[in-house]
């Protein structure tokens, strides 16, 4: 509970931060309202709203069991944001822009709490079928992010572009490329997780 309540906090913390910041308070930030367009908060928000949810079913004394894939699909989500940060565009364009104000919360400290929460916390064995679930929302904001590109086109310079993450720099191909590689990451992550709960899982 106490974990759940945690993530809570960084979520309405982060929200709060994102809204009120400025694009030039970190990398991968708009204005207002337009940070609700990226993966990054998207995730954050979800996995936030899972954890709520949770909290209120364990303060209730409800079962929780029917929660598990919608907690692997949060984890997996917020996952991937702390991957791609960690391990792809800090290396490239340096940490400190994407650790400012909000970005910290949701590229490093909700993703890793997250993350420490399902592994750490025991749950009936998930079936495999979680890990489809849990890559749905990855592939649902892929078709979405390149369906509003093919019907408003991708727009002028950053921050005015649709292709705010310049996946279609290399072309058409490369793009959709791109969307394949990263939800079927989604569902790789989904499987570690999911294999590591049922190792520690509750009989």
């Known amino acids: 509970m106490i974990i759940n309540a945690v993530i809570v906090i960084l979520t309405v913390t982060g929200t709060v931060l994102m809204l009120t910041g400025k694009p030039e308070e970190g990398a ?18 979800f996995c936030g709203v899972i954890a709520a949810v949770y909290l209120v079913l ?23 944001t702390f991957a791609v940060v960690a391990f792809m565009f800090g290396p490239l364009y340096g940490y400190p822009q994407f650790y400012k104000r909000g970005n910290l919360l949701f590229h490093l400290l909700e993703p890793l709490t997250a993350m420490t929460e399902f592994i750490f916390v025991k749950r009936k064995k998930m079936p495999f079928r979680f890990t489809v679930i849990a890559a749905v929302p990855t592939l649902l ?18 921050p005015y572009t649709n292709d705010f993450y310049a996946f279609l720099s290399w072309g058409w191909p490369v793009g959709i490329l791109i969307f394949t590689v990263i939800t079927l990451s989604a569902f790789g992550v989904a499987c570690i997780f999911r294999a590591v709960s049922n190792r520690r899982a509750v009989r």
């Open 28 to 45: 991968l930030q708009s204005t207002g309202i337009e940070n609700f367009k990226f993966y990054t908060v998207l995730t954050n928000v």
């Open 58 to 80: 364990c303060l209730l004394n409800k079962n929780t069991d029917r929660m598990a894939a919608l907690k692997l699909a949060a984890v997996c989500g917020v996952a991937i």
């Open 141 to 158: 904001y892929g078709i979405g992010y390149l369906l509003n590109i093919l019907i408003n086109g991708i727009g002028g310079p950053w």
